[in-house]
C-alpha cells in the first residue's frame, strides 16, 4: 500500500513538475519572443484532470479528506464507531455516484469522437480515459476502505474501527508536520516538541 | 424553491458538516440531492460535464501549482531561515522577538498558503527560545497564531483561488488587492505588540548582533523575496496568469532548493506526496462545490434569497455586520476552506446585489477565514501553536493570546468597510 501510494504520489508530482517547466518556458517565449508553442494551457488542464484523480485517492488514504471532528471528540465510542463508518461508507457512495455519473462524459465523447477546440484537436478520449481510469481507482480505494469499515463494524471491533477512521485531528497534522520539520532541520527544538506532543497524545 | 427549502438543505449540510461527514460528501448529498427533487433524475446527468469540467479547469491548476511551490519552499528549509534573519532585524522593537513571529510568519505567508505549516514551523523556531528568555507565554501563542492566519490574506493563497473560481473573479485581481491589506494587517499586528508590551511595562528589546551579521542574515531571505516578486511581478504586469506565475514560482523555487544543496529524491517525493493530500482534499470540495452551484443556479434558490434579503430592506451594511456576525459564529465550529465552500454560493449573490465589490468582498471572505482560525473552540491555529509551546500550560493561554488579535481583525474589516478603496484602489490600477 505504501508503496502503491509513493508510486501514485511520483506520477502527480512528476505531472506538475513537468508541467512547471513547460509553463514556464512557454511563458518566457511568448514574452520575450513573441512566439508561442501554444497549448500549454491544455496540458494544464489535462494535468489537472489527471492529477485530481490521483489526488482524490492519495488524500483518501492519507485521510486528508476533511471532516469537521468539533462535536466528535464528545461522543461515546459506539456512536463515534457509526458515524465514522457512516463517513467512510458516504465517501465511498459519492465516489461510486462519480463514477457512474461521469460515464456519461465518456459515452458522449465516444459517440461523437470529439476533439478539444483547440489549436491541437486533442481527441478527448486520451485524457477523459485516463481521468475516468483514475476516478475507477478512487472508487476502488473507497469500496475497499468502506468495505474494511463494514467488516471491523459487524465483528464489534469497534476500537479499531475508531482508530483506523476516526477525523484526522490538529494534533495529527501537527504531528506529521513536526515529523517534517525534524527531520529537515534535526532541530533539537523540533525534536524535543515532538515528544512534547507525543506526550500529550498518551495522557 | 422558497427560502425555508433553501434555509432547511443548508442547515442540513452544515449538520452533516458538524457530525464528522465529510465536507465533500455533505455538499454533495445536498447539492445533488435538492437538484434531484427539483428536477428529476436527468439532474445527475448535467452534473457529469460539471466534473469534468471542472477537473478539466485550466485556471484551477494553479491550486497544485501554489501547494507545491509553499512544500518546495517549506521542506527544503528555505523558509526556517528567514526566521533568524528576521530576528536579527526585528528584535530591537518594543516587544522584541514577538514582532520577528509576525514579519516572518507574514512573509512565510507571502510563499505558503498553509497555516498549519507556517505556525507549526515559525512556532517550533520561536517557542522554545522566547521560553528561555522569559518572554509571556500567552503574548507567544497569540502571536503566532495570530500571525499565521496572514497566510491566506498574503497572496498566493489557496482561498482565494477558490473564492475566485467559484464567483468568477480574476484570481490575478484578487491576489494583488489582497497586499495592502495583508500589509496593514501586519502592522496594526506590530503596532498593537509594541504599544502593550510598552504599557504593560514589560517591553522586552533584544540586543542586534552586529550590522556586517545582520548584512550576511539578509541573504536567507533572498529566495522567499524572489520568489515572491516573480509571481506577484508577473500577474501584477499581465505578463503570465494565475497558472502561469505559479509555475514560474515553482521553477524559481526548485533553482533555490538546488542551490541550497537540498534539491534530492526525497525532497521531491515527499513535497509530491503532501501536495497530492492536499490538492486532493481541496479538489474534491471544489466538484462538489460546482456540482451545489449548478443546483444553486438552476433552481434560481439565488434570486429568490437575494429578493428575499432586499425586501428586508437591508443596506449592505447591515448585511455585512451580519454576516460577520455569521461568520464569526460558523469559524468557531467550522473549518475555514469548508466555510467558505459551503457559504460563498449563497452570500455572494446577495451581497454583491447590494452593490458590494466581489473583490474588496473576497478580501471580507478570506478575513472571516482567517478570524475562523483563532477563535475557539476549532481554531486550527490555537491547536497547533498550543501542542508545540514547550512548557506545561493550558490551551487557554493561545486562546487568551490570540482574542487581542481576534478583536483586531475585526476592528480592521470594520476600517476596510469604511474605506474599501484599500482593497479596491491597487488591483485597480493593473
Known sequence: MKRLESILANIFGGIFLVLAFVVTVETI??????????????LGSYALAIGSVIAFTLALTGRNHIRVDVFHEALPRGAKAALNWLAITLLAAFAVTLV???????????????????????????????????????????LILAGRATYLLFNRRIDELNVEFHPKSAKEEL??????????????????????VDAGAHK | ????????????????????????????????????????????????????????ENLLTSIPLFILLGELLLRSGIADRMYVALSAWLGRLPGGLLHTNIGCCALFAATSGSSVATAATIGTVALPSLYARGYSMRDALGSIAAGGTLGILIPPSVNMIVYGSLTNNSIGKLFIAGIIPGLLLTLC????????????????QEE???????????????????????VMGSLYFGIATATESAALGVVTALFFAWRAGRLSLDLL?????????????????????????????????????????????????TMLFALIVFYLILGMFMDVLSMQVATIPITYPIVTALGVDPIWYGIFIVLMCELGLITPPVGMNLFVVHGIRPDKGGIEDAIWGALPYAVIMILFTLLLMALPELVTWLPAKM
Open chain 1, 29 to 42: 517565449l511568448r514574452k520575450v519572443f513573441t512566439f508561442s508553442l501554444q497549448g500549454a494551457d491544455e
Open chain 1, 100 to 142: 457512474v455519473i461521469c460515464s456519461k462524459v465518456l459515452r458522449e465523447t465516444l459517440e461523437f469522437g470529439s476533439t478539444a477546440q483547440t489549436p491541437w484537436a486533442t481527441p478527448l478520449i486520451y485524457p477523459q480515459g485516463v481521468w475516468y481510469a483514475g476516478l475507477i481507482m478512487f472508487m476502488v480505494v473507497a
Open chain 1, 175 to 196: 504531528k506529521e508536520e513536526l515529523d517534517d520539520l525534524a527531520h529537515r532541520s534535526a532541530a533539537p527544538e523540533a525534536l524535543a516538541a515532538e515528544r512534547a
Open chain 2, 1 to 56: 424553491m422558497s427560502v425555508a427549502f433553501a434555509g432547511a438543505a443548508f442547515l442540513l449540510m452544515i449538520g452533516m458538516m458538524l457530525v464528522g461527514i465529510p465536507i465533500a460528501v455533505a455538499m454533495f448529498v445536498v447539492g445533488a440531492g435538492a437538484g434531484v427533487l427539483a428536477f428529476g433524475m436527468p439532474f445527475l446527468n448535467s452534473t457529469a460535464s460539471v466534473v469534468w469540467g471542472v477537473e478539466n
Open chain 2, 189 to 204: 499586528f506590530m503596532v498593537f505588540i509594541a504599544a502593550s508590551s510598552i504599557i504593560k511595562g514589560s517591553a522586552k
Open chain 2, 208 to 230: 542586534l548582533p552586529p550590522l556586517a551579521e545582520r548584512i550576511r542574515l539578509l541573504g536567507n531571505l533572498v529566495p522567499p523575496v524572489i520568489v515572491f516578486g516573480i
Open chain 2, 269 to 317: 517525493q515527499n513535497c509530491f506526496m503532501q501536495t497530492a493530500r492536499i490538492s486532493g482534499m481541496i479538489l474534491l470540495i471544489i466538484s462538489a462545490a460546482f456540482i451545489l452551484n449548478l443546483t444553486i443556479s438552476l433552481t434560481g434558490i439565488a434570486g429568490v434569497l437575494t429578493k428575499w434579503v432586499t425586501s428586508l430592506g437591508l443596506t449592505a451594511t
